[in-house]
């Protein structure tokens, strides 16, 4: 969706007396938030999402409500994305990998293998490094709230994919995130963009050979479906993002505020708990509809996305180049995160 289509949806909205800013027709206290994301209501993450606005109406009894439309009903990560900067959107859940477009320094998510476990992520997501990179893109109008358990990404094919060289000339689907584009091809396969909503199809149809993903996504999705190979290779951690518009949480009065981040940390409790739970499952789902789960030799795709790594490690910090410079900055946050133990 073009901007334009944003304006005439959030026009047509506030005609209908349901502005992203309040309720005012039925009551002047209520104050109403709209989430919008991109997964179907049996995805953990969207479960997490209704935990949220529940906690939130409990919190400020009634007076703070937060309406969900899953499965894209708004748009696509990036649309929706843009939609909060135009202010006609208030909150959407986007991964980490449509948010680099938006924050350069969000890419640090997306260094392969950066993350030695889920409990060194959480050490770095939960500390100063996680908090800062969450108001990163204040000055392009976006706030993170929290971030979302969304695990360790793995390829999924028709094929088996035992280790980078089974990538050689098979499309890879991949998010909007240049760093997942230059993941793939450092692994020898060819990136291809395509929206999640259209991957089923994309794959059904041979538009792509294979994807990427969490455990979850590939069973709620239905993905498993069509690709019968499931490598844990386990190449990244990209964590979901929960993000508010700057100005709409501006708007919020201190009350407001404090219901909404409380009833965030909450949710970001339950959903790591309800993350650990879905993830077995789902391995359980997949296996049982015929896929076969491979546990490849990590340490051949660790190998092959050497070059990244040294991207980031030798850039140059007093370069004329901003590019570069973000890049140094990143590799500065790589070596502190090294360090965490």
């Keep these: 969706m073009k901007n334009g289509v944003f304006v005439f949806i959030g026009i047509v909205l506030i005609l209908a007396g349901v502005s992203y800013f ?17 997964l179907n209501t049996q995805h953990p993450v969207h479960k997490t999402m209704e ?5 939130a109406l409990e919190l400020s009894d009634g007076k703070l409500k937060i309406q969900i439309f899953p499965s894209e009903q708004l748009g696509n990560e990036k649309e929706c994305i843009e939609a909060l900067q135009l202010g006609y959107l208030a909150m959407t859940k986007t991964s980490t990998g449509p948010m680099e477009a938006f924050v350069s320094r969000i890419r640090l998510f997306g260094v392969p293998y950066l993350f030695r476990d889920g409990d060194h992520f959480w050490k770095v997501a939960l500390g100063p490094i996680g908090k800062d990179l969450l108001v990163a893109g204040e000055a392009k109008g976006l706030r993170g ?28 689907r991949v998010m909007n995130s240049v760093t997942a584009m230059n993941m793939v091809k450092a692994m ?26 969490n455990p979850p996504s590939f069973d709620t999705s239905r993905h498993f479906e069509i690709c019968k190979y499931y490598s844990l290779d386990e190449h990244v951690r990209l964590p979901d993002m929960l993000v508010i518009s700057r100005d709409i949480w501006a708007g919020l009065t201190a009350q407001q505020q ?27 789902v997949v296996e049982d509809g015929g896929v076969t789960i491979i546990h490849p030799d990590k340490k051949l795709f660790q190998a092959a996305v050497q070059p990244i790594w040294k991207r980031f490690m030798e850039a140059d910090p007093n370069s004329d180049n901003s590019d570069e410079r973000e890049d140094a900055a990143i590799g500065k946050l790589i070596n502190q995160i090294v360090e965490i133990q």
């Design 22 to 38: 309040t309720q005012g027709a039925v009551d002047k206290d209520i104050r109403i938030l709209k989430l919008a994301h991109g």
């Design 51 to 55: 935990f949220l606005a529940r906690r």
């Design 145 to 172: 709230l929290c971030y979302y358990d969304a695990g360790a990404r793995s390829f999924y094919a028709k094929e088996p994919i035992n280790s980078p060289e089974d990538l050689v000339g098979k499309k890879v």
């Design 188 to 213: 020898g396969g060819s990136p291809t963009p395509i929206s999640w909503g259209e991957l089923y199809t994309s794959l059904d149809q041979g538009v792509v050979d294979a994807a990427e993903n």
């Design 258 to 284: 404090a219901w909404l981040q409380q009833a965030v940390d909450e949710s970001v409790t339950y959903g790591r708990k309800l993350w650990t739970e879905a993830e077995a499952k789902s391995l359980k």
